[in-house]
T-cell receptor, first 114, second 116 residues
Framework: AQSVTQPDIHITVSEGASLELRCNYS??????LFWYVQSPGQGLQLLLK??????LVQGIKGFEAEFKRSQSSFNLRKPSVHWSDAAEYFC????????????FGDGTTLTVKP | KAGVTQTPRYLIKTRGQQVTLSCSPI?????VSWYQQTPGQGLQFLFE???????NKGNFPGRFSGRQFSNSRSEMNVSTLELGDSALYLC???????????????FGPGTRLTVT
């Protein structure tokens, strides 16, 4: 069975500070990994994805994530957070054997202090 | 390209009624997935349709059903509504080409269903 754990329910950072959101996954085969962001009352927007190849992937809005197979992790990072980054962030895993089905973590809510 | 659209955006229903939600995927996308989002259970996968066939199904009761039309538009239906069905229902589309793995999913804004 596939699963995703986001250990941090809520994170607060100061504007301009760096950010790292943690994600651990469990998947029996080659995982496809995603990070999404959701603003209140909105759908999910894809930030970045990992399918294969380079383990450091770049996404939109200055985000990047690093895939570490040995640690079953796919942590999201941003060097300098902006107030507009305040939102809820979801990590998700999918795979070739379950096309069209992603399993999501419970999300991490990011608050940005001025 | 236009994004994923969902109608209606908001819906209020009474227990015991049924409801139909609609999703139009991005042009060219043949896979449509549905998810339920609640504060207590998070994002849970309902089912996925590809080329008018249900390809994957989550662990929801039979009151939840869906279908996909030849133009890839999809509907989901919930019969005999319960208070616990109150949620944000999200639709996602992807290329989802058979045998070629999971492509990234693009989400619509969701339909907020309130059951009273």
């Amino acid at each position: 069975a596939q699963s995703v754990t986001q250990p941090d329910i809520h994170i607060t950072v100061s504007e301009g500070a760096s950010l790292e959101l943690r994600c651990n996954y469990s998947y029996g085969a080659t995982p496809y990994l995603f990070w999404y962001v959701q603003s209140p009352g909105q759908g999910l927007q894809l930030l970045l994805k990992y399918f294969s190849g380079d383990t450091l992937v770049q996404g939109i809005k200055g985000f990047e994530a690093e895939f570490k197979r040995s640690q079953s992790s796919f942590n999201l990072r941003k060097p300098s957070v902006h107030w507009s980054d305040a939102a809820e962030y979801f990590c998700a895993v999918g795979g070739n054997t379950n096309a069209g089905k992603s399993t999501f973590g419970d999300g991490t809510t990011l608050t940005v202090k001025p | 390209k236009a994004g994923v659209t969902q109608t209606p955006r908001y819906l209020i229903k009474t227990r015991g009624q049924q409801v139909t939600l609609s999703c139009s995927p991005i042009s060219g996308h043949r896979s449509v997935s549905w998810y339920q989002q609640t504060p207590g259970q998070g994002l849970q996968f309902l089912f996925e349709y590809f080329s008018e066939t249900q390809r994957n199904k989550g662990n929801f009761p039979g009151r939840f059903s869906g279908r996909q039309f030849s133009n890839s538009r999809s509907e989901m239906n919930v019969s005999t509504l319960e208070l616990g069905d109150s949620a944000l229902y999200l639709c996602a589309s992807s290329l989802g080409l058979a045998g070629q793995g999971v492509y990234e999913q693009y989400f619509g804004p969701g339909t907020r269903l309130t059951v009273t």
